[in-house]
């Protein structure tokens, strides 16, 4: 069984850092692209940041280029979102996502955890 679960989330205050963490089983997550994605209310889910299967290669949204860092470690099948500079525009659930392309395609999507910037 598949399971993408994330830790990390919280309450922090404006230009606080919280670093977001998905555990991941039951996949090989070497094969994976992974993501981290996130829907604040009232909102769509968007793309925050991805990562390819051997973690050379990284794309980050235009909200949050240059404030956040993503990463994976394929041999403690985790996948890690660092957050630094957040501002309230960053309060939102944020959600791990996978991914496998290979003829066809699979997606996996972690429970969430919440992130909420206030003072």
């Known amino acids: 069984q598949v399971q993408l679960a994330e830790s990390g989330g919280g309450l922090v205050q404006p230009g606080g850092s919280l670093t977001l963490s998905c555990a991941v089983s039951g996949l090989v997550l070497s094969a994976h692209d992974m993501s981290w994605y996130r829907q604040a209310p009232g909102k769509e889910r968007e793309l925050v940041a991805g990562?390819?299967?051997?973690?050379?290669?990284?794309n980050y949204s235009d909200a949050v280029k240059g404030r956040f860092t993503i990463s994976r470690d394929n041999a403690k099948n985790t996948v890690t979102l660092r957050m630094n500079s957040l501002n309230a525009e960053d309060t939102a659930v944020y959600y791990c996502h996978g991914r496998y392309d290979n003829c066809s395609i699979l997606e996996y999507w972690g429970r969430g955890t919440q992130v909420t910037v206030s003072s």
């Open positions: 990562i390819n299967t051997a973690g050379d290669s990284t």
